[in-house]
């Protein structure tokens, strides 16, 4: 008995030795760290790729728009002058062909005994052509300013501005026709335009065809 538990002894030692035997390597237990890529973008095991491959363009910034000019309008409800264009003024001996028209006109249109003031304004005109000239206007007077047209003038106006007028804005209209054809009247009688300033001062006559081309001419007459 005492040999064979010697033999049995024996065997299990060289069973342990050979099971101990191989490499001396440790193995390695611990995780490999997690890498972190930018948000749309994955880790491939060595870098950090988009899905497309490339990285994802940075999203430009819109550059601000700046705030639009503001442009200068009329006053709601105020008239303004609709001047265009300058027609091609006429020398006096032309202008007679228009300028006679005026006088039977002012016969009944200005009060009587008013005086022509300064030259009549004349040109040849296309359609939407006008012609300015400045009166000068004296404390106490009455004023009427009358135009007349060749036929192949569908509407003559006139109106009266402010020689002096706001910046950026267009002139105001204090009086103006309202009759359509190829005569037009501003301050017929009984209700001529009064100056009524206590000092004297200057206005401007504008003298336009809206509609249809011809010569024309404009007096201004005062009392």
């Given at each position: 008995?005492?040999?064979?538990?010697l033999?049995?002894?024996?065997?299990?030692a060289?069973?342990?030795?050979?099971?101990?035997?191989?490499?001396?390597?440790?193995?390695?237990?611990?995780?490999?760290?997690a890498?972190?890529?930018?948000?749309?973008?994955?880790?491939?095991?060595?870098i950090?790729?988009?899905?497309?491959?490339?990285?994802?363009?940075?999203?430009?910034?819109?550059?601000?728009?700046?705030?639009?000019?503001?442009?200068?309008?009329?006053?709601?409800?105020?008239?303004?002058?609709?001047a265009?264009?300058?027609?091609?003024?006429?020398?006096?001996?032309?202008?007679?062909?228009?300028?006679?028209?005026?006088?039977?006109?002012?016969?009944?249109?200005?009060?009587?005994?008013?005086?022509?003031?300064?030259?009549?304004?004349?040109?040849?005109?296309?359609?939407?052509?006008?012609?300015e000239?400045?009166?000068?206007?004296?404390?106490?007077?009455?004023?009427?300013i009358?135009?007349?047209?060749?036929?192949?003038?569908q509407?003559?106006?006139?109106?009266?501005?402010?020689?002096?007028?706001?910046?950026?804005?267009?002139?105001?209209v204090?009086?103006?026709?309202?009759?359509?054809g190829?005569?037009?009247i501003?301050?017929?009688?009984p209700?001529?335009?009064?100056?009524?300033?206590?000092?004297?001062?200057?206005m401007?006559?504008?003298?336009?065809?809206?509609?249809g081309?011809?010569?024309a001419?404009?007096?201004?007459?005062?009392?």
């Amino acid at each position: 008995m005492a040999g064979t538990k010697l033999v049995l002894c024996g065997l299990v030692a060289l069973s342990a030795l050979s099971g101990c035997g191989g490499d001396d390597k440790q193995a390695v237990t611990g995780q490999p760290t997690a890498t972190q890529c930018a948000p749309g973008q994955y880790f491939d095991g060595r870098i950090c790729q988009s899905p497309t491959g490339t990285v994802p363009a940075a999203t430009a910034t819109p550059a601000a728009t700046a705030p639009a000019a503001t442009v200068p309008t009329a006053i709601p409800g105020l008239a303004t002058t609709t001047a265009g264009p300058t027609a091609t003024p006429l020398d006096s001996a032309t202008a007679q062909a228009v300028t006679s028209l005026i006088a039977p006109l002012a016969a009944t249109a200005a009060a009587p005994g008013a005086k022509a003031v300064g030259a009549a304004i004349a040109g040849n005109f296309a359609q939407g052509q006008s012609l300015e000239q400045t009166v000068q206007m004296n404390p106490g007077k009455c004023y009427t300013i009358v135009g007349a047209g060749a036929p192949t003038i569908q509407n003559l106006d006139i109106q009266l501005v402010p020689s002096i007028s706001i910046p950026g804005l267009p002139a105001a209209v204090v009086a103006a026709d309202s009759s359509q054809g190829s005569t037009a009247i501003v301050g017929q009688q009984p209700n001529c335009y009064k100056w009524a300033l206590p000092m004297g001062g200057t206005m401007k006559v504008v003298v336009s065809v809206s509609a249809g081309q011809g010569m024309a001419a404009a007096q201004v007459f005062e009392k």
